[in-house]
């Protein structure tokens, strides 16, 4: 145990989805898997390992932010041996061709965060998801017929919707990357999931746009990003 995870060695299984909102974490426990078996309430981060399709899966909440997101998956990946986290998030889309509600699979994203300085005194504010496991979630989208943007996002400390001018945040980050969704947490998964060894992928749904900054409601962010959910679950049971 922790002082954020109260679960014992071998609840939590070796491949976790996660999410920042304990109610999507309990949503998704409820009404995608079975024999759930509610393993962590410390701090409200719920952690529930069961199965899906038989396989044993955990699903956990991670909170809002880098540093939140990097406590969390350090605990995983380093004490409690997991080997995999899908991050099952939000974000804001940037690019015209991105509605709400549509899946971004995550391949790099840029921050302007501390975070790895911090952490292991080294400047670095890129990182990827695992590439095979990219082309695990790809194919499955492929054969289940979901529908997936992918790109590179921003990692940012701010909620984007409250930044006054967020263009001008999104300029400072290299051209070449093509930013097209803004989010608060891959950073930390994929740096974290590089410093363990082990295997980092992100999915988020759309829920906000600079045409539409009413955005999705918190009960629709809640319970509305099944295609997102379904795709990590099915990507969940084809891993070792």
Same mark, same amino acid.
């Given at each position: 145990?922790t002082?954020?995870?109260?679960? &014992?060695?071998? #609840? /939590? ?6 999410? %920042?909102? =304990?109610?999507?974490?309990k @949503? ?20 529930y390992?069961?199965?899906? &399709?038989?396989? #044993? /899966?955990?699903?956990?909440?991670h909170g809002? %932010?880098? =540093?939140?997101?990097?406590? @969390?998956?350090?605990e995983?990946?380093?004490?409690y ?18 509605k ?16 790895? @300085? ?17 082309k ?25 919707? @409250? ?21 608060m ?11 363990e ?11 906000d ?5 009413e ?26």
């Open positions: 145990m002082p954020h995870n109260e679960a &014992k060695m071998g #609840e /939590i299984a070796k491949t976790v989805l996660m999410a %920042g909102d =304990p109610l999507r974490v @949503y998704i426990a409820e009404n995608f898997m079975e024999n759930c078996k509610l393993v962590n309430t410390v701090r409200g981060m719920y952690c390992t069961g199965t899906y &399709k038989g396989k #044993e /899966i955990s699903v956990m909440a809002m %932010g880098i =540093p939140s997101m990097g406590i @969390y998956t350090y995983l990946y380093h004490i041996n997991v080997d995999t986290i899908i991050r099952v998030g939000s974000c804001g889309g940037y690019s015209d061709d991105i709400l509600l549509d899946t971004i699979l995550v391949d790099k994203t840029y921050t302007e965060s501390n975070y790895a @300085y911090s952490f292991d005194n080294v400047q670095c504010k890129l990182a990827e998801a695992d590439q095979e496991l990219n695990i979630i790809e194919n499955i989208a492929k054969e289940k017929n979901i529908h997936y943007i992918k790109g590179n996002t921003l990692c940012n400390d701010c909620f984007d919707v @409250y930044v006054p001018d967020k263009f001008a945040m999104l300029q400072r980050a290299p051209k070449e990357l093509n930013i097209i969704a803004c989010e947490e891959a950073f930390a998964l994929f740096y974290n999931a590089k410093r060894h082990k295997r980092a992928a992100c999915l988020l749904t759309v829920v746009t600079p045409r539409n900054e955005g999705v409601s918190s009960k629709e962010r809640e319970t509305s990003l099944n295609d997102m959910i379904v795709l990590a679950l099915e990507t969940a049971i084809t891993l070792n």
